[in-house]
Structures are given as C-alpha cells and as structure tokens.
C-alpha cells in the first residue's frame, strides 16, 4: 500500500478507507494510543493498537521518537480532541529510538528552551516549534518567487565568490586555496594573491546587488535570491554571518517607486503566510500569547502575532526622511529624559534603539526612512540635490529594526566616479559596473530584503538563530 502523508489524510479523511501512514513517535500513551507525526503538518494523527493483538516485543519499540509505519482503518474517534483515529491493523518498526537517549534530547516530550534547542540544530525539526518555523520559511521563500514571476522580473543568480565589496564595509571571509603555512609573498611581506586560485583576491559576496544592476540595465527587472556573507562580528539576535537576501532591482524606477515596490511586497509575503500557514501560524500564535502572559503588563506585546501580520497588511508604512526623523527623535519626552544610550544628532548612523523607538514608540507601525547623509551610506546610492544626502531608503519593522535596507543608483558616471574616489574605491577594479553607465544609463533602483529578518517577523520567533536551519554566527558553526 502507497503511503499517505498526514497533511493529506486529514485534508480529505475518509472514515472506513485503509491508510499507511509514516511517521515519528510523538507519544504513546497507555500501551494503546500513538501520537504520530510525519512533517507534513504540525498536526499529528492518532493511532489505536489494541495491544492484545500484537507482540510484547514489538509494542516496547513504539517509543518517543522511533520511525514507525502504521497501517490501519480510519474510524470515528471514541475521544475527544480528533474527530478520527486510525484503527491499527499492523506495524512496521522502521527506526528505532533508545529511550535513554531520547532523554538526553530536544524530542524528549517536554517544554524546552530555545537555547537548549539550538544546541541540538540537527534535532530541533522534530519539534512543534521548529517544525512550524521552518515550513513557514519554505512558505516564505515560495512566495516571494511567486510574487516577483508574477510581476515579470527574472530571477537572477548573482556569483557567492567575488572580488567586489558592494556595501564598501570591509566584513569579508577571504576565499582561498593558498596554504596558509606557506603563502606566496610579495616583495613586501604581504601575500602575493595574484598566485592564487583565481589569480587575485576574492572573498564570499555580502550582496549580489552589483551584478543585478548589471542585468537589470539589460532585463529591465530582476531579483536575486541567495546567501551573503557578512564577517562582522556582532553577536546580536538579528545578526548571522552568513544571511538569505533577495534584491530586486528595476530599471527606469526611482527612489518613490522603490518604495511602493517595497511596500507592496513586504505585505503580500504577510498575506499569503496568513492564506497558507494557517496550522502553523496558530501554534505560533498560541506559543507567543502564552510566552507573553508570563511577562509583567508593560513588557507585553501590543498585539499578537496574527494581529501584527493583519496591521502590516491593513496600514500604510509610514514615510518620512532622515532628517525629520532626527528632528522626531530629538523632540521626544525619551530624548529629553536621556533614555537613549546613543546620542542624537545629523549625521548619525541611527542606533537599533533609535530605529525601534521611531517604530514602536512613536508611530507604531511600519516606517520607511529616507534620504540618508551621503556618508553613512554606500557609494553607489544616488545623490540628492542638497549635495549632503542620498536617496536612500531603509525600512524599520516593529520588534525587528532593519528589514528592508535600498535606494535608487547613482546612474551619473561623473557622479559615481566623484563618489568612487570619496569613498577610496578603486575604480579600476569595478570596471564592469562603470561600464554600465557608459552603454544607456537611467535611474534605477533596488534594494534588498533579509529573508531571516522577514521570517522572524512573519513567525514572531526573537532570535535569528531560530529561523535559519543552521546558523553561522561568531564561534558557531557546529552542524
Ligand atoms: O542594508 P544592507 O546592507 O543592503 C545591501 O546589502 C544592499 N546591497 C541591498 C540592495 O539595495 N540591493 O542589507 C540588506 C538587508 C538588511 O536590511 C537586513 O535585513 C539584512 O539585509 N541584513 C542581515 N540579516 C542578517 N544578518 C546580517 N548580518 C545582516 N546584514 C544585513
Ligand atoms: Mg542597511
């Protein structure tokens, strides 16, 4: 018999039809009912072995976590709290799982900390949690190809080795296959890339948005989807080493564009987690309600996580620029009592605290700044005319601070040249890119989303550990 998976046997249950079902012991409770999990959904479906029926020997293996294929009939359910059970006719031992062991585990049946989890990476897909946070990530990724095919760009894939540094902030891993013992040198100690693999230095890419200009002067619209790269070494629960982001990139779009297609886009991947994850999103719902009634009053969220994904969809993000957000921060009663660690001033590179207060303090809901000083941003973002700031734009989340980080390109040669040699960047070297505003330069624009932050969001987990099946963060890199 064809095996069916749990989430479509409770989709479509037939009372009377026989079922094989494949799964991981959740619980078995009394000798007589099974708790069976399969992956497919959080839900489990239970099973009754009536226990006169079978083996002494065979009973003792149903345990916590062993791999077991039940095939039974599916009936109407004595008990409350399914609607149907199966009817278990037999039962194939397919892995088994030492009790001890078990013990010592995520998948021992108890509450855990996330941290306890996080130890086990290679374990914590069998819980409810993870198995919750990482289906929705896979819904996430789904719709953000979908949304982007269905508005015609093209999906771009950009190199993982490069010799560019596109933010300009040095946090690279080198790619090398000199010997680290032996290197070749140059006359002055220093090593001599030029013997190396690819005949100069590279590193791991920290954004593939370069290269996307590139094909977006010629496709119109793309976007790119990968891993990047950062070695910056911040220890912080929104921070990876190594991070998914998407950057679409379009041409002939401005800054105001760029923002709409944010805009748009961030609330479309929130609807269709809410359309799609629903089992899912509930059990994550529930866990935070639960999680938050443990805490005192005023460290509540406002709203739940449902509710948060609702408000994002249902309200205009709200715009400002950078300097009126300056102007806001300096006004407030938060300013004034000097709550902030950082201070304030133009010309800042706003602090999380900062972003966090202008998103949860005084708007309350999603906000996009723009126009940021020329110096605190990268080389390639268009100059305004004050000559001081750039078309920047970056979008703050509640409970996240940066999610979406863009701006319309500098597409004036001369421009971009001025800016090469401000920000010591050796124009030489980033020929292929000028080369670009040579051959029909326009505007364009881009930016580029950081897919964990926005799985954070949409699953209201806190630490961008949880979201990523195998997180690179400073020391770690165990599984
Ligand atoms: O603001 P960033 O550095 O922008 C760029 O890389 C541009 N090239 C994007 C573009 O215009 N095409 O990074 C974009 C986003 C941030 O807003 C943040 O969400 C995420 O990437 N991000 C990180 N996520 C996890 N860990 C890190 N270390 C991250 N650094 C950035
Ligand atoms: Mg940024």
Redesign the pocket.
Known sequence: MERVKIVDLIKDPKIGQEYLVKGWVRAFRSNRFIQLNDGSTINTIQAVVDFEQFDEAILKKITTAAAVGLTGTLVASQGTGQAFELQVSAIEIIGEANPDDVQRTVMQPKKHSLEFLREQAHLRFRTNTFGAVFRIRHAVAYAIHHYFNSKGFFYLHTPIITGSD??G?G?MFRVTNLDPKNPPLNEDGSVNYKEDFFGKAVNLT?????E?ELAALALGQVY?FGP?F?A?N?NTS????????I???VAFNDLRANMNLTEDFLKFICQYVMDNCEDDLKFLNDRESQEQAQKPQNERNELSLIERLQFVVANEFKRLTYTEAIEVLKNSSHYKKKKFKYDVSWGIDLQSEHERYLVEKEFKCPVILTDYPAEIK?F?MRQNEDGKTVAAM??LFPG?G??????Q?EERLDILKEKCAAFNIPEEELWWYMDTRKFGSVPH??????????VMFVTGMTN?RDVIPFPRTPLNAEF
Not at 402 to 407: A, D, F, K, L, R
């Open positions: 596109a933010e902030a946090e920290v954004s593939g948005q370069l996307a790119t990047t950062r910056e911040s929104r921070h990876l080493a190594e991070f998914w982001m950057e679409p990139e990268a390639y970056d979008v996240i940066e999610i979406v980080g863009g701006s390109r624009a881009g930016f580029g989303l950081g897919f964990e932050r926005m961008i």
